[in-house]
Structure formats: structure tokens, C-alpha cells
């Protein structure tokens, strides 16, 4: 499923702080004073700083990051007098932190974006091959940077899926054109979406922004979404495990719970500079695997905001509910630890267990 991109936009929220103060666009650090000339609020003096009132309701606009990817979200006042100030401020002062609130896609640059069938080809090697049931290769290939459409999927191969049938796509106009037909080709050939991005060099590259590893191999890179998570930091999810993800915090929302991340993919330095300050015994650092080791660096591992074991409401929740959407617990001693294993989830489930058995506590 495509997200929503961005999900905030035509939606209302509630600021639920009484010191939503308004920062400086130039620098978000700091906060805004009113002026002479500017439009004050009764009883509010020259050189007060700019604050959005209690229980207004705002549209947000615009969302930045700053450097350690804290959010800071632009709001606009809905239906209240001119002497509200619209500005920039923390998602903090709103009802519901705009936790799972989704930014954008990573990259961000598209002629078309990921919309379930249009895709581009990123091998270059792309082998055409034959229809079912031999997809036998024809000596021929599909030009790496092609825009196609996967018009069917084979379905008696392991796994399901594993080759596709498509034919050439054009964008105008910001609309899907569909072209002649290729043939079948290998669904690894391919990537989400239309974009000249996976063309150039840092799409490439091993250790990039996008680049996904698995037990210290570079396995290629994958498309994230960019979501808010715990404490109003950005943060990444694979676009595979996105619909799991939403899936599972939607359950808890119905029981009243607010499940988010606290960490989902990570970089390759991300995942480095966290592996150093375990290893150099720096302050606030936990144990962290070896750049290019982490589950986070696949995009199966999620930190989840679970409090601690048992009694905590959201790892007793997870506890109960994961498992139903994919999700078991798998480091010892991590209860904030959870990968997106969906056939070991089934497993463990149908045994009446949520972890993995060398998960002691």
C-alpha cells in the first residue's frame, strides 16, 4: 500500500500546550518576539514572544528538520482572529505529538511516485524472459533507468512473485502512460516508483542514506518513508514494512494505546556512530550491533516505545497483539526490540509465544 504522503495535509490539530511558542524561521532554536507594527493580541505588549493560544485549532503547513532531525511543524490557526500568529513550532505542543504523522518519501525527487505497479528497472542485467511456467531467459535485457508496469506476478514459484510481467511506461504530464509489453522479468530487478534518482551515483552507493545491509553484506537500497516518531524526531521505515507498521499502531490506537517508533532503519553512519559509543563506553549508548549487521539496516527492526516488561501497557499490548501482524521480539533483554518477521510470527504464534526461545527476558 502507498502511503499518504504527506499525511498531515486538509487535517485539524488541537495545540494542548499553553507555551506554544512561535520559532524563527531562520533559525528554529530560537523564539519570536512581537514588533512594532505587527498585529498584537489584546493585553500582549511589544517584545512579548509570539505564542499560539490554548486549545486553538491549526493546520500544519510545512514540516523542517534541524540538524539531529528533530521536527518542527509551520501551523496556520483555523477560524480564530487575525492576532493569532501562524509560525513555526514544535509538534510537542500539539495534541498527539503528530506522532505516525507521514513526511515523505526518501528520496523525494519523482516523475511518478510508488503507486503499486510502476516501477523502474535498476538492474543491469535485467534478463527478459519467457512466460510460465519456465521464465526461461531470451539472451536479451531490459535498458537499466526503463520505466515499466508489472502488469502480472507468477504465482508457482518460491516465492510467490518472483517474476513479473511488464511493459514500458511513460510519464506525461505527471500521469502513468502504459507502452508496448517486454515480457517477464525478475520482480529484483526492480524498484518502487519512477525516478531518475536510481540512476545516480548515491542511489549506488553502499554506504548512502538508502543503503540496506544484511549480516554485513550491502544487499541494495531501499525506498523509506519518513515518519515521526517517539519524542518528535524523524524517523525511517523501509517501504516494505510500512503497511505492517501501520497495520499494527492502528490496532492500538483502537485500544487506546499510541504505538511509535523510536528508532526504524537506520544508516550505515547512523548505525556506525551508535556501534563507537557502545564500544567507547560513551554516555547514553546502548549495546548496538557492527555497522552492517543491525536489523535496522534492512528494514525489518523497529524500536517501539514500550516503557519496560511487563506491567508497561504498550509492551503488554505487543506482548498479546504482534505476533498478528508480523512482529516478534527477538534481542535478549531489549523489550523496545521488534522485527517484522511475518512467517515466524505465525510460528510462535500458533505455539502461544511472542519471542524467539533465546529471548530469556
Known sequence: MAPNIPSYLNKEFLVDDNLALIRNPKNLNQFTKYKVGDN????????????IPLNTRVEV????????????????????PDFI????????????NFLNEVISYVPDEWDLEPLGNNFTVV???????????????????????????????????????KYVRIRHLSIKNGMAVAGNPIGWTASSNLVEGNSKVFRSVDWQNIKGNNAAWKKGKFIGAKILVAIVGTGGQLQSIALETFEPYLELMEAAKKDNLIISITSGFRTFAKQERLYLGWKNGE???????????????????????????DGDSVYDWMKRNATKYGFIRTVNKEHWHWEYEPSLANELRNQGKFKLDRVLK
Open 40 to 51: 498584537i493580541p489584546p493585553g500582549t505588549a511589544v517584545g512579548a514572544r509570539k505564542l
Open 123 to 161: 538492474d543491469k542485467n535485467a534478463l527478459i524472459r519467457t512466460s510460465p511456467p519456465n521464465f526461461k531467459s531470451i539472451a536479451e535485457t531490459v535498458p537499466y533507468g526503463t520505466y515499466v508496469e508489472v502488469t502480472a506476478r507468477s504465482r508457482q514459484t518460491s516465492p510467490e512473485g
Open 85 to 96: 500568529p501562524s509560525g513555526w513550532t514544535r509538534p510537542s505542543n500539539l495534541a498527539g
Open 61 to 80: 503547513t510545512e514540516v523542517k528538520t534541524d540538524a539531529l532531525r528533530n521536527v518542527f511543524v509551520h501551523v496556520v490557526p483555523v477560524n480564530v
Open 283 to 309: 554516555k547514553g549508548f546502548n549495546m548496538a550491533a557492527k555497522p552492517g549487521r543491525s536489523n535496522h539496516q534492512n528494514g525489518i527492526a523497529f524500536d517501539i516505545n514500550t516503557g519496560g516488561f
